[in-house]
């Protein structure tokens, strides 16, 4: 299955930082289940690679899927659409 990342930006309410972005992201496990939950493996830029936990949801409107993984240890999070 391939994924596009999103980028997410707080600037509308911070002021703007240079933040790493994710590059690469692996999901094992996933099912097309909604809020079903999978394990996120995350690259960014600056090289770390963190393992989130993922939560699955549908777009009922659109007809889409994504994956919102997030790590509470490292505050670090990835939003990516399933493109099927």
Not at 4 to 16: A, Q, V, Y
Not at 38 to 51: A, H, L, Q, S, T
Not at 52 to 77: C, L, M, P, Y
């Amino acid at each position: 299955m391939e994924y596009n990342i999103r980028h997410l930006s707080w600037f509308k309410r911070r002021d703007p930082t240079q933040e790493p972005r994710p590059i690469k992201v692996e999901i094992n496990s996933i099912e097309l289940v909604n809020n079903s939950y999978c394990d996120m493996i995350v690259e960014y830029d600056d090289g770390k690679v963190f393992e989130f936990d993922g939560r699955v949801n549908i777009n009922e409107i659109k007809n889409t899927w994504t994956v919102h993984g997030f790590s509470s240890a490292s505050g670090r999070q990835c939003f990516v659409d399933v493109v099927e």
